[in-house]
């Protein structure tokens, strides 16, 4: 059984940083197209970054140049490193097992982990 | 960026009648759309991909159609666990990847 489990999150002044991991079981992430989501209180979805199984990664705009996606297989492991956080970053964060064939469409989610930046 | 606006922001539905929930995308994106369900304090759920393909283990009365730049999910006898907030997604163009902005189903 897939499972991802999301943990790092915390209350975090403006400027500060904070890493995410998301733990996963049943299947090797080294092989498998990972995504980061979020969703901000009160908001919709908004995608954050994609590392794919090549290890090429993109951004959003509004996280790039200060996020950074990462993983570790040994650990079985997905990392988002969260530098220079704003209080816009506050969300719920979700890591997400894509498709092989459709690398952006998560077909297993994680139940979140919350952010929150706040002085 | 492709911008995707979902309509309508809610809607509300008695048990066992038809939901539809209708996606624009800003520009064609094919059938390059997914949509997925997501419940408060839930992980969100697959639904369907590329606009018509159900994911594993989505019951049948959910269905999607569209091409272009407009789709439709469709659920065709609403059940009490259906309530939830609907995105669409494209992936016809990434990055950036973007959902809608999502539609909430209430059970009347």
């Known amino acids: 059984e897939v499972q991802l489990v999301e943990s790092g999150g915390d209350l975090i002044r403006p400027g500060g940083s904070l890493r995410l991991s998301c733990a996963a079981s049943?299947?090797?992430?080294?092989?498998?197209?990972m995504s980061w989501v979020r969703q901000a209180p009160g908001k919709g979805l908004e995608w954050v970054s994609v590392?794919?199984?090549?290890?090429?990664?993109h951004y959003a705009d509004s996280v790039k140049g200060r996020f950074t996606i990462s993983r570790d297989n040994s650990k079985n492991t997905l990392f988002l490193q969260m530098n220079s956080l704003r209080a816009e970053d506050t969300a719920v964060y979700f890591c997400?097992?894509?498709?092989?064939?459709?690398?952006?469409?998560?077909?297993?989610w994680g139940q979140g982990t919350l952010v929150s930046v706040s002085s | 960026e492709v911008v995707m606006t979902q309509s309508p922001a809610t809607l509300s539905v008695s048990p066992g009648e038809r939901a539809t929930l209708s996606c624009r995308a800003s520009?064609?994106?094919?059938?390059?759309v997914a949509w997925y369900q997501h419940k408060p304090g839930q992980a969100p759920r697959l639904l369907i991909y590329?606009?018509?393909t159900r994911a594993t283990g989505i019951p049948a009365r959910f269905s999607c159609s569209g091409s272009g730049t407009e789709f439709t999910l469709t659920i065709s006898s609403l059940q009490s666990e259906d309530s939830a907030v609907y995105y669409c997604?494209?992936?016809?163009?990434?990055?950036?990847?973007?959902f809608g902005g999502g539609t909430k189903v209430e059970i009347k």
């Open positions: 520009q064609s994106i094919s059938n390059n």
């Open positions: 049943g299947f090797p992430i080294s092989g498998k197209s």
């Open positions: 590329g606009a018509s």
């Open positions: 590392i794919y199984s090549s290890g090429t990664t």
């Open positions: 997604q494209q992936y016809n163009s990434w990055p950036p990847v973007t």
């Open positions: 997400a097992r894509n498709f092989p064939e459709i690398v952006v469409v998560s077909v297993d």
